[in-house]
């Protein structure tokens, strides 16, 4: 599956962004999903995730209740939509995607996604 985020922009604390990750696969219902990020000099880090079902999400603790995981599987179509951004959101925004999994499944790790997005640049500003 090929995977493009996008979304990504320049904008001041306290903004917010709506990031999506479209995908080419006509299985994507039966995708896992999720999201990182990765800051200059820094690890890729993971944000949040979504199971095919969208019956589970799991969210990094520094972006739980400010960041908020969808999908809309009848568009192959992931979101996140990112709220009250801070400058340390700042990075380039990957997504991610894993196959044959069963339907309640989040990955948490790199190493849990098989396919990736090319990634998009939020950056914000104070």
């Known amino acids: 599956v090929q995977l493009q985020a996008s979304g990504g922009g320049l904008v001041l604390t306290g903004a917010s962004l709506r990031l999506s990750c479209a995908a080419s696969a006509r299985t994507f219902s039966r995708y896992a999903m999720g999201w990182f990020r990765q800051a200059p000099g820094k690890e890729r880090e993971f944000l949040a995730a979504i199971s095919w079902s969208a019956s589970t999400t799991v969210y990094a603790d520094s972006v739980k209740g400010r960041f908020t995981i969808s999908r809309d599987n009848a568009k192959n179509t992931m979101y996140l939509q990112m709220n009250s951004l801070k400058p340390e959101d700042t990075a380039v925004y990957y997504c991610?995607?894993?196959?044959?999994?069963?339907?309640?499944?989040?990955?948490?790790?790199?190493?849990?996604?098989?396919?990736w997005g090319q990634g998009t640049q939020v950056t914000v500003s104070s």
């Open positions: 991610a995607a894993a196959h044959g999994v069963s339907y309640y499944y989040v990955g948490r790790t790199e190493s849990d996604y098989e396919y």
